[in-house]
């Protein structure tokens, strides 16, 4: 064949492409108007409407895709991050998760060719009170958008119904599982935890980040669990990963810290290693913990918030949480939720947050 | 320089490290201060928690003392680099070594490297750039002023767009917060262990520049009259760049970048001291190093988190340039 004659069958090719793929872009969301529809009120109170049956989700939300996957909902992610296709742990449960296309990047920003591409039916995302600038564009292509609340544990179940709402029925009523599950933990923690006195309270710090020490301060999820688990955050400091210095962790002198930063273990070790972390309490007692880490970060808002509230108070109070059992509690959950039944070895890894 | 302008000069950096162990976040009592360092050199009853001891020595003066190096290093490359360069907006990151030291260490962060490694990764970084802007700058075996700039911008503009991809490619969970916050410059993470790596170069550099100030006055009055007057421009240029090189490489790779210092203390000195090399290094040495630990003490100690040194460097020292520049009415010498 000539390189002529190649270049007219490309064209041709092209062109046959186009024509078939048009009826499909023009068959999207506007020809759909008209069938059935059922409405979702979001975390900013906006009524958003949705197709009766969403069958095709891009979720932007790191954590909330390994929550999609408990709900039941993993087959029908077409779009989500870069950073929910790192989680080593995800990636066992899931494996298709690598060929969802990421269209969502590190930093939150979209690849909007791939979105659009994606042809959801509606995008999952965080509001923490103000929208990514892309929000607009969604609005433009007519794609819904349901804004979930990160700011606190309370939002985290709030997060899972509204998930499931979106879903569908089937995945609803996990959801619903999924939160008498939650609160039946917070129930059984602060059964416990509730009557502590302040004295008996170990104040804890939450560590975000080695390189450069920030630390994870009030108003956020991180310090509703460690209240709950019968802990003070000592971090003065108001939100995720703020830094601080060294001699103002001295000053709050914490008696547990919990390292919660991959590579944890690298990361814990190096605060042991460090002369000037000797003279904090929590190294003198050799209470600097390593945070969980699974289908996606324990600590922060992932499914696994459940297991984290039972771990933070066993971790903090060993002494009056002798009956429960984390690895037995671990293991149920994930036969329950993620239908996958760990190994020992596959636990091990989870507490150590080292890759499976 | 009069006598006691130099007395001084050489007791503010002092009287400041002194007041800077004093104040902090956590309350140690004056007194129990002056016993702790008497400890050190003299045998005490150890009367005082561990955290104390911990505090004064492994955190509050070695982090005085490096803000006192890293001050004193970067205004005295600027002073240098002002002098070299002929042009009062250089700063010693004209080469590209910020730059490139700060991909260093952003890649140092991304692979999760401790604190060491980070620091000599990001070293070697900043030297490589400046050793790439050199022979990029090179032609007929002489480096012209405008070539060194030129070549700087495009080492600088490469590795700044470097720095970008390895943002990209970071876990904003953990990473990105983190070499954000390092790009912001702080220095927090000095420890003794930090500081043993980062003194000498710094050192080695500050010593150079002190012994060419002469050169640099001749160098001042153009490359052509200095040769005519029998000075080796390409070698005094090169020692220069190499003094500067090791000053900022090392001080951006343990506190990230610090920006104005190197580019305002050299025109404040100009005005205390004037445009004499002999007096200006030492002088601008004086008045950087009593200027970032000033800074640092009040990043480390005006809220319960940490300021980033970058950004009150720029806050404090744009108004301190606008101030200066209507003073001088533009005439830099």
């Not at chain 2, 220095?187 to 060419?212: E, Q």
């Amino acid at each position: 064949m000539t390189a002529r004659a190649s270049g007219g069958v490309l064209i041709a090719a092209l062109l046959g492409l186009v024509s078939i793929q048009a009826p499909v872009c023009a068959g999207g969301a506007a020809a759909q108007a008209p069938a059935a529809t059922r409405q979702v009120t979001d975390a900013a109170g906006r009524v958003v409407t949705l197709p009766a049956r969403v069958t095709r989700v891009a979720d932007a939300w790191h954590a909330n895709n390994a929550l999609v996957l408990m709900l039941g909902g993993g087959d029908k992610l077409v779009a989500t991050t870069v950073q929910a296709q790192r989680q080593p742990w995800l990636e066992r449960l899931y494996p298709r998760i690598d060929r969802v296309p990421a269209a969502f990047d590190a930093r939150g920003d979209v690849n909007l060719e791939t979105l659009i591409g994606a042809r959801p039916d509606v995008i999952l995302m965080a509001y923490g009170g103000s929208l990514p600038k892309w929000a607009a564009t969604a609005d433009a292509y007519h794609i819904p958008y349901v804004l979930m609340p990160n700011t606190s544990l309370a939002g985290l179940e709030e997060t899972a119904r509204l998930t499931g709402q979106v879903l569908g029925e089937k995945e609803l009523r996990v959801a619903e599982d999924y939160i008498r599950y939650f609160d039946a933990n917070l129930r059984r923690v602060t059964a416990v935890t509730a009557s502590l006195e302040d004295a008996q309270r170990p104040k804890v710090l939450h560590t975000a980040s080695a390189g450069i020490l920030t630390v994870d301060g009030r108003e956020s999820l991180i310090d509703d669990w460690i209240r709950i688990a019968g802990g003070v955050n000592c971090a003065q400091v108001s939100g995720l990963g703020r830094p601080v210095t060294m001699e103002q962790v001295a000053a709050w002198d914490p008696d547990v810290i919990i390292v919660g930063t991959a590579p944890n273990r690298e990361n814990r070790r190096a605060i042991l290693d460090d002369p000037r972390w000797r003279g904090i309490e929590a190294l003198k007692d050799g209470k600097v913990f390593v945070n969980p880490s699974g289908a996606y970060l324990w600590d922060r808002h992932s499914a696994e918030a459940a297991l984290q509230v039972l771990w933070a108070a066993k971790t903090l109070h060993p002494d009056l949480f002798r009956d429960l059992d984390i690895e037995k509690e671990t293991k149920a959950f994930y036969v329950r939720y993620f239908h996958y039944a760990l190994t020992d070895s596959e636990y091990r890894s989870i507490i150590d947050a080292v890759a499976p | 320089m009069r006598a006691g302008r130099a007395a001084y000069l050489i007791a503010a950096p002092l009287a400041l490290l002194y007041a800077s162990l004093f104040i902090g976040r956590f309350a140690v009592p004056p007194l129990e201060v002056g016993r702790v360092l008497l400890a050190h050199v003299a045998s005490l009853p150890h009367t005082w928690p561990d955290s104390v001891d911990i505090i004064l020595m492994q955190i509050r003066l070695p982090r005085a003392v490096m803000a006192l190096m890293i001050g004193a290093g970067l205004s005295a490359s600027g002073a240098a680099f002002q002098g070299m360069f002929r042009n009062p907006l250089v700063s010693p990151d004209i080469l590209g070594v910020t730059a490139a030291s700060a991909f260093g260490a952003a890649v140092a962060l991304l692979l999760s490297s401790g604190e060491l490694e980070l620091q000599a990764i990001s070293f070697a970084f900043g030297i490589l750039g400046v050793a790439l802007t050199y022979l990029l700058a090179r032609v007929y075996r002489t480096t012209p002023v405008l070539m060194l700039v030129l070549s700087g911008v495009v080492v600088a503009a490469f590795f700044s767009a470097l720095l970008g991809a390895v943002k990209y490619l970071a876990d904003p969970e953990s990473k990105l917060p983190a070499i954000t916050y390092w790009l912001l410059g702080s220095l927090n993470g000095i420890s003794t262990r930090s500081m043993a790596v980062a003194v000498p170069p710094i050192l080695l550099g500050a010593a150079g520049l002190v012994l060419l100030r002469y050169r640099l006055n001749v160098l001042a009055m153009g490359e052509e009259d200095a040769r005519a007057l029998g000075v080796r421009t390409e070698i005094v240029k090169g020692v220069i760049i190499v003094c500067t090189t090791l000053i900022t490489a090392s001080a951006v790779s343990v506190c990230g970048i610090v920006g104005w210092v190197g580019l305002v203390i050299p025109h404040w000195s100009r005005m205390v001291v004037g445009p004499d090399h002999r007096a200006l290094v030492p002088a601008a040495m004086s008045i950087g190093a009593t200027y970032l630990l000033f800074i640092d003490d009040v990043a480390r100690t005006a809220t319960a988190g940490e300021i980033p040194l970058g950004i009150l460097t720029a806050i404090i020292g744009a108004p301190c340039f606008a101030y200066l520049l209507r003073r001088t009415r533009g005439s830099w010498r």
